[in-house]
């Protein structure tokens, strides 16, 4: 091959890189406006609520919860939590003071996120728009653990190159879906080890009941590829059915193409429930 045909490739190719190196708060801003979706709790679904500042309410029998101003206020936010103390706010669902955060938050599949990941979702937060709102507490009729496990201090990063390895790391450390799809055990949380992706944990809200259904291949297995997007990115069922909330489908609506085929390669690898 000629050099200078060579050169040119080379050329080619780090341009082609350069345009598709993301910056972590780029990174940040795709995955929390889209796989993870803090604002599906942290942004209040009444209209005209600031973006991720706080006061929507969940309730269940263990708890009434009120979801954390997460934007950068200097009193009624986070302006005050240092990188580090967000990244564990997340991960390990601690303040800085040491208080456990509690349920909904879904702590058990952040504990898996990545540390660059964390971080740019951090760096995103820092960037939100403050607004004052000093959210009212939440009540736990249940006693929260003092730890949701060992303190989580570092994770690698997870390469996309395997569809079903990224796809296992979207829906179970990021997109949460197993926090929502997976079955229920007696005094809150579910099973994600035996129970993971089975389905059955009901939540009540304005909309009344919902039922989260079995996602492993014996209760999705028979939709296309095609219809699981559509079902993933705008709640419609092929039937026409719409999803009751409170999955996150308007966040993972602007999910790439290419980290929906992830998610469906890893839910079609699943083991049947
Ligand atoms: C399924 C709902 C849900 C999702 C999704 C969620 N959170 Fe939360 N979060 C909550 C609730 C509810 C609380 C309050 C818990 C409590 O009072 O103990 C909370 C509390 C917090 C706190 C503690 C704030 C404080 O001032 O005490 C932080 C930090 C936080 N969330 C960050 C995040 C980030 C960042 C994301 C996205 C990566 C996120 N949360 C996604 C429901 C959620
Ligand atoms: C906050 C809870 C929650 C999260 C997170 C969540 N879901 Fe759901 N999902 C539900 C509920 C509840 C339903 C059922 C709604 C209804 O029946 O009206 C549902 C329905 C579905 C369905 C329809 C299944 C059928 O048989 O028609 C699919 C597919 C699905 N979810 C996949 C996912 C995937 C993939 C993710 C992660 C990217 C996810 N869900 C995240 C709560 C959740």
């Keep these: 091959m000629p050099s200078r045909f060579v050169a040119t490739l080379a050329i ?37 609520s600031p973006e991720l500042g706080g006061g929507t309410r969940f309730t269940d029998i263990a708890f009434t919860a009120i979801a954390a101003n997460l934007t950068p206020d200097p009193e009624t936010g986070i302006a ?16 800085p003071r040491g208080s456990t955060i509690g349920p909904p938050m879904p702590v058990l599949a952040y504990r898996g996120m ?13 960037g939100v728009k403050p607004v004052v709102n000093r959210t009212a507490r939440s009540t736990y009729r249940i006693p929260l653990p003092d730890s949701w496990g060992p303190t989580v201090t570092s994770v690698p990063a997870v390469s996309d ?8 790391y979207i829906v ?6 197993t926090e929502c799809h997976s079955r229920p055990v007696d005094g809150g949380g579910v099973d994600r080890v035996n129970g993971l992706g089975a389905g059955g944990q009901v939540f009540r809200g304005p909309w009344g009941l919902s039922q989260a259904p079995n996602i492993t291949p014996s209760g999705v297995g028979h939709y296309s590829d095609a219809e699981l997007k559509k079902i993933i990115t705008t709640g419609e069922r092929p039937d026409g059915s719409k999803l009751k909330p409170p ?3 308007s966040y993972y609506a602007s999910m790439t193409d290419k980290d929906l085929s992830a998610v469906i390669a890893y839910l079609r690898s699943m083991p049947k429930k």
């Design 12 to 48: 080619a190719a780090a341009l082609t890189q350069g345009a598709r190196a993301e910056t972590s708060l780029e990174r940040g801003a795709y995955l929390v406006k889209g796989p993870v979706a803090c604002g599906n709790c942290h942004t209040n679904p009444a209209p005209g």
């Design 80 to 95: 005050q939590w240092t990188d580090a103390e967000l990244v564990n706010g997340i991960r390990n669902g601690k303040r």
């Design 114 to 126: 990545s540390d660059d990941d964390a971080k740019a979702v951090v760096a995103y937060l820092r």
């Design 161 to 168: 190159a395997d569809p079903v390895k990224y796809g296992d």
């Design 172 to 177: 179970n450390s990021l997109a949460h879906c």
């Design 247 to 249: 999955m996150a489908v």
